[in-house]
């Protein structure tokens, strides 16, 4: 079975976020890269699959130079190879096309990838990748199970879950507990230096969408505390204070 698993290049979680340029650019001083958190569990239940199964299993990032060490650590975690489209990521449709078109003779039975990223959040490049590679798309998918051509999967619905069965090939958004994270260990780090990281120049394509500004959320306001069984003033203070009665 041939794995695609498509990660993105994110700030880590714990970083502080600020902007330059009038609130037009992300302040990148200072910021740790990592894989993204869905990513890495798409990351972890393909190899797991492999583990299993045999197969391979390429990574695939748009981006720009800089984001070759995070390919790096999906090589030590347990890929065979690496494709770094050379691009910067403009918005979601320029993404998924340039993985589409990276993909397309590539024969891939699955194209993992997380449910959304964790900086822009649009969640919506898997189904775009799908629809560009004529291939059916499921998100977000918590279990994944192969079994002969067949792919089985769990979803989160609202109070309860979905049982799904689809033929691959198939592109999936994944998210937990589909796998345990996976942290590379000494021998993954030293041969991932030696497996290949392929990079290709982006298919030419027109942007759809431009940032316009960032904005920082509202400062948190004060806590309230008032006593549980004080319901009248709690009322008060929604209605009154916070307004949203």
């Given amino acids: 079975?041939?794995?695609?698993?498509?990660?993105t290049h994110v700030p880590d979680t714990t970083s502080k976020i600020a902007f330059t340029d009038g609130n037009?650019?992300?302040?990148?001083?200072?910021?740790?890269?990592?894989?993204?958190?869905?990513?890495?569990?798409a990351l972890a239940r393909a190899v797991e699959l492999k583990?299993?199964?045999?197969?391979?299993?390429?990574?695939?990032?748009?981006?720009?130079?800089?984001?070759?060490?995070?390919?790096?650590?999906?090589?030590?975690?347990g890929?065979?190879?690496?494709?770094?489209?050379?691009?910067?990521?403009?918005?979601s449709f320029f993404v998924a096309n340039q993985i589409a078109n990276a993909a397309k003779e590539g024969g891939y039975d699955l194209i993992l990838m997380g449910r959304e990223s964790i900086d822009f959040n649009s969640g919506v490049v898997h189904s775009m990748v799908?629809?560009?590679?004529?291939?059916?798309?499921?998100?977000?998918?918590?279990?994944?199970?192969?079994?002969?051509?067949?792919?089985?999967m769990t979803?989160?619905?609202?109070?309860?879950?979905?049982?799904?069965?689809?033929?691959?090939?198939?592109v999936l958004g994944c998210q937990e507990p589909i796998a345990e994270w996976k942290i590379p260990n000494m021998r993954g780090i030293m041969t991932a230096r030696t497996?290949?990281?392929?990079?290709?120049?982006?298919?030419?394509?027109?942007?759809?969408?431009?940032?316009?500004?960032?904005?920082?959320?509202?400062a948190k306001g004060a806590v309230k505390m008032i006593d549980a069984d004080n319901v009248s003033e709690l009322v008060d203070l929604l209605k009154n204070e916070a307004k949203v009665l």
Wanted: with cysteine.
């Fill in 51 to 77: 583990e299993q199964s045999g197969g391979s299993i390429t990574v695939l990032n748009v981006g720009e130079a800089e984001t070759e060490p995070t390919l790096r650590k999906a090589l030590a975690i």
């Fill in 79 to 91: 890929a065979d190879d690496a494709i770094r489209v050379n691009a910067f990521p403009k918005d």
């Fill in 195 to 218: 497996k290949p990281l392929n990079v290709v120049e982006p298919a030419d394509d027109t942007v759809r969408t431009q940032l316009s500004t960032y904005e920082m959320p509202p």
């Fill in 155 to 170: 979803r989160e619905i609202e109070g309860g879950k979905e049982y799904l069965e689809a033929d691959l090939p198939l």
């Fill in 24 to 41: 037009t650019k992300f302040d990148q001083t200072g910021v740790q890269y990592i894989i993204g958190p869905y990513d890495d569990y």
């Fill in 1 to 7: 079975m041939k794995i695609l698993v498509c990660i």
């Fill in 130 to 152: 799908g629809e560009l590679l004529g291939m059916p798309s499921l998100s977000p998918v918590m279990t994944l199970d192969i079994e002969g051509s067949k792919a089985k």
